[in-house]
Antibody, heavy 122, light 111 residues
């Protein structure tokens, strides 16, 4: 299993950014996928999940933590084995390393990428 | 979001056993068996070491074990080794709107 994030960098407050996570070594379409972030020197914070098409556990395919609901959108392209996180209206408090992670079955984040740093600053 | 509560730090000598607690509520740790533990070394990505309260992924040392009682989950590291020095995070599904929550993190130091 390999997960490689990209797309991070410096962005001004209020602007948008899209992160990608390229997956390999497993059948991507069969697994739910998460985004988790970690602000500099801080703990882990769950951001969002997108389930596999055949495993909509709770009635919807995507869920978000409260602080990003309405601003972030998680999506996936199973034909390209890629996970995305579209981030809009970015705030300073969104500054963090963003990790993608695979869901083993139900809320077990069993494989993680190396992360991509997003810095929101003017 | 309300993070699960962990001690800031735990330490032990090589060969000893240590236990890290993770305290939540009936809406997360106490209500579901979707409790995991992750190990994170400085500058690295987290690594899953325990899932579903007490299951170990293949390749993870059996020196790591997990349990739960009521609203508190615990991670025990037996036969402490220098390589176990790291940050440890618990996590759980929650019935709150945020759906998934991590603990505050515990720094393990091997004396």
């Amino acid at each position: 299993v390999q997960l490689v994030e990209s797309g991070g960098g410096l962005v001004q407050p209020g602007r948008s950014m899209r992160l990608s996570c390229a997956a390999s070594g497993f059948t991507f379409r069969n697994y739910g996928m998460h985004w988790v972030r970690q602000a500099p020197g801080k703990g882990l914070e769950w951001v969002a999940v997108i389930w596999s098409d055949g495993n909509k556990k709770y009635g919807s395919n995507e869920y978000y933590t409260d602080s990003v609901t309405g601003r972030f959108t998680i999506s996936r392209d199973n034909s390209k084995n890629t996970l995305f996180l579209q981030m809009t209206s970015l705030r300073a408090e969104d500054t963090a390393i963003y990790y993608c992670a695979r869901d083993l079955d139900h809320w077990e984040l069993d494989s993680w990428g190396q992360g991509t740093l997003v810095t929101v600053s003017s | 979001q309300s993070a699960l509560t962990q001690p800031d730090s735990v330490s032990g000598s090589p060969g000893q056993s240590i236990t890290i607690s993770c305290t939540g509520t009936a809406r997360d740790v106490g209500g579901y068996n979707f409790v995991s533990w992750h190990q994170q070394h400085p500058g690295e990505a987290p690594k899953l070491i325990i899932y579903d309260v007490s299951d170990r992924p293949s390749g993870v040392s059996n020196r790591f074990s997990g349990s739960k009682s009521g609203n508190t989950a615990s991670l025990t590291i037996s036969g402490l080794q220098a390589e176990d020095e790291a940050e440890y995070y618990c996590s759980s599904y929650t019935s709150r709107s945020t759906l998934y929550v991590f603990g505050t993190g515990t720094t393990v130091t091997v004396l």
